[in-house]
């Protein structure tokens, strides 16, 4: 190949067209790159002019790729990410100094019963690094490690792309979370009883837990579905409510005193919670420690990588 072509190349007109690749639209390229729109307007057209092509054709409010320009990206983009990757063997990183900013993934449950004992960890290695959180459930994980919105997440995982790496953090364990204390945890029948509050991303009325019911010939009665865990302390207090939550978020929420914690009244299954990456960011010395401390405060048990 002919290295003398890479003169020609811009290294930030490539990234400006991944970016285009991902956004399809001029001005959110603009808004992820910190750019001004006319500075991304100027970079497509020197992209057109080098590959003569016009690489994105407007059709409504989107711009979509050429057929040029999806053979490109193809080639483009692991040209980047080992880029990336050789770069970052250039420099070390030293937390107590660093003034990076962090973006991570976390699910609901994982930002309210785990993220507080990470900030006080972070806060004292690194009093200058910003840490910027999205919320993440596993059906949104693979989109926003592929834009590069997120660096890393948190949360129950499926479906991974081929280029993900996956660490086991902690198996959760159902719990129940009620507001009335009892000396007497409650039966099946009590539980199946009492009104419940379901936490569904996607305003559901029915969940894991109603399927493992199902399993044992049994159903509940859900009369509320809230999209968060953080709202679950505020709408049991003082009522006889029911919600089913992973151990460490029931924990976080039953420390204040007014709520209490219970297992199960019948046999659930295990969940996994796991730290998922790409690849290409494996061998970042910001990245591996960021995954380190993430795991140091997150896991409850020594993950491993697949």
């Known amino acids: 190949m002919n290295r003398n ?3 020609k190349a811009d290294i930030n007109l490539m990234v400006v067209f991944e970016t285009l690749m991902q956004e399809r639209n001029v001005t959110r390229a603009a808004e992820k790159l910190f750019l001004g729109q006319p500075t991304i307007s100027a970079a497509l057209n020197r992209l057109r002019a080098m590959f003569n092509d016009p690489l994105f054709i407007r059709v409504g409010r989107r711009m979509e790729p050429t057929a040029r320009a999806e053979e490109l990206i193809q080639h483009l983009s692991p040209a980047l990410d080992a880029m990336s990757v050789a770069l970052s063997l250039t420099h070390d990183f030293d937390p107590a100094t660093s003034t990076m900013t962090f973006r991570i ?18 806060r004292q290695e690194a009093p200058k690094v910003v840490f910027v959180v999205q919320h993440v459930d596993y059906w949104r994980i693979p989109d926003l490690l ?31 979370l ?29 969940g894991l837990v109603d399927e493992w019911l199902n399993d044992v010939g049994r159903k509940r009665h859900v009369v509320l579905s809230v999209p968060q ?5 505020a709408l049991l207090a003082g009522t006889d409510l029911l919600a089913s939550l992973p151990d460490y ?28 990456w790409l690849s290409v960011m494996d061998t970042d010395p910001a990245e591996r420690w960021l995954r380190s401390r993430l795991e140091a405060c997150m896991s409850d048990r020594m993950g491993m990588a697949y």
């Open 5 to 7: 072509e890479l003169r």
């Open 105 to 122: 993934g976390l699910s609901d449950d994982v930002e309210f019963g785990l993220l507080p004992p990470l900030l006080r960890t972070l």
């Open 146 to 176: 592929a834009s590069g919105e997120i660096t890393v997440g948190i949360s129950q995982t499926r479906g991974l792309p081929a280029n993900a790496k996956r660490k086991l953090l902690r198996h959760i364990h159902p719990r129940l």
């Open 178 to 206: 009620r507001a009335d204390a009892s000396d007497k945890p409650l039966t099946l029948d009590e539980y199946c009883a009492r009104p419940h509050v379901l936490v569904s991303h996607t305003a559901n009325v029915s």
């Open 229 to 233: 865990y953080s709202a679950l302390p």
């Open 249 to 276: 978020a029931a924990n976080a929420m039953a420390a204040s005193g007014q709520l209490f914690v219970e297992t199960m009244p019948f046999p659930t299954p295990t969940l996994d919670l796991a730290m998922v």
